[in-house]
């Protein structure tokens, strides 16, 4: 059953890659991370709240998956490994990656 969210995840990838205009995760993050920039990035102990918003937001990603995954689980184990399939699928990128990293070596090529 631990297999099941990671080849499942895998093969959407391989399969669809990042299809354009779907809602993304990591976008979303990056949001997030631009929003605490503007804020905490002036003025004094920049370094500090910089680190603290970091390890603070990595924890609540981790927290909010875990109770959400937790949740689902005595719901429905299924539930449970659709929702872990779709994050593994958005974590890995490997087919777009693929692509832009073909890109990048293909205009290294031209100069």
């Known amino acids: 059953m631990l297999v099941l969210p990671l080849a499942a995840g895998w093969a959407a990838d391989r399969w669809l890659g990042d299809p354009e205009g779907w809602p993304h995760p990591v976008v979303a993050f990056g949001r997030w991370i631009a929003w605490g920039e503007r804020r905490l990035n002036r003025g004094n102990g920049r370094t500090a709240k910089g680190a603290l918003f970091a390890v603070l937001s990595i924890l609540a990603v981790g927290v909010l ?19 872990s399939a779709v994050g593994v699928f958005y974590c890995l990128s490997g087919r777009t990656l693929a692509r832009e990293v073909k890109a990048v070596f293909g205009a290294v090529e031209q100069g």
């Open 65 to 83: 998956t875990f109770l959400l995954l937790a949740v689902l689980s005595r719901w429905s184990m299924w539930a449970a490994v659709a929702v």
